[in-house]
């Protein structure tokens, strides 16, 4: 079988390292090219030497069409921006392209809608497999309990995290809407300070703590009377991220445009 050669954008980033050793090890999967932005002190370095798998024969660059051409997919956990050029790029090229950045806004997701009309896009606020499991429970758990129980979503990360809540906090809040039957937009509720009064019925809280070298620490409570369910995930380890999209983009090689999660991918469904 032919490997699938993939594509590193954010190459010399932390993530980005992490997932050249990941394809590295991952069978079925070959590196083909990695992506810096203008004027990183990477570009011109071999990919594999930097993320420390020995000599890739793959130069970081700064041009990602040519590279895009001859691949089969590309991994992307840059940021928001930088996410949809590459979704344009990848839609043009026909590759698969895997969506982990976080900080998405409306005009972003409209943006990955478009480009999943051309292209095979697979994006998830988290690609472990115990998120995904967690964000089924969550949208169950939502089904079954009214709204005597409060949902509140509590997320931990790193002190150099930019955005919150993180993206999987929110694929979290998204999931309890779901099970709600509401909108997430229409009852999320962030940032409280001073008086805020009493807490709305219906709404989902969210709290984001940041701190020391935290990977990522997620719980959905559910808090009724006298009584309170918790579920939650720990990460210990990047490498459950990467794993799961080199997982995703080998699952979406030849499958039909659109968008895709990675309940997809694992084949999750209530």
């Not at 805020?196 to 808090?223: C, D, M, Q, W």
């Amino acid at each position: 079988m032919t490997e699938m050669r993939l594509v590193v954008v954010g190459a010399a980033g932390r993530m980005g390292r992490m997932l050249i050793r990941t394809i590295h090890d991952m069978p079925g999967a070959t590196l083909c090219g990695a992506i810096e932005r203008e004027g990183s002190i990477a570009l011109g370095q071999d990919a594999g030497l930097l993320a420390g798998t020995g000599k890739a024969n793959v130069v970081i660059t700064d041009d990602p069409l040519p590279v895009f051409a001859k691949a089969d997919g590309v991994l992307d956990f840059t940021s928001p921006d930088a996410t949809v050029a590459f979704a344009g790029l990848a839609a043009q090229a026909r590759i698969v392209h895997v969506v982990g950045t976080t900080g998405l806004e409306d005009e972003h997701l409209a943006a990955l809608d478009a480009a999943a009309r051309h292209a095979v896009i697979v994006r998830s606020g988290n690609m472990s497999l115990g998120v995904n499991l967690l964000a089924a429970l969550v949208r169950r758990v939502a089904r079954t309990l009214d709204e005597d129980f409060d949902i509140e979503i509590v997320e931990m990360h790193h002190r150099m995290k930019v955005d919150a809540p993180s993206g999987t906090a929110l694929m979290l809040g998204e999931a309890a809407a779901q099970g709600r039957g509401v909108s997430l937009k229409d009852h999320s509720e962030r940032g409280r300070d001073g008086i805020t009064g009493a807490r709305k019925p219906g709404a989902i809280g969210f709290a984001s703590l940041r701190g020391g070298t935290v990977v990522g620490e997620h719980s959905a409570i559910f808090a009724g009377p006298s009584e309170r369910i918790v579920l939650s995930h720990a990460a210990e380890d990047r490498g459950i991220f990467a794993r799961g999209a080199v997982k995703a983009a080998l699952w979406g090689k030849g499958r039909k445009p659109g968008l895709y999660s990675m309940a997809d991918v694992l084949g999750l469904d209530d």
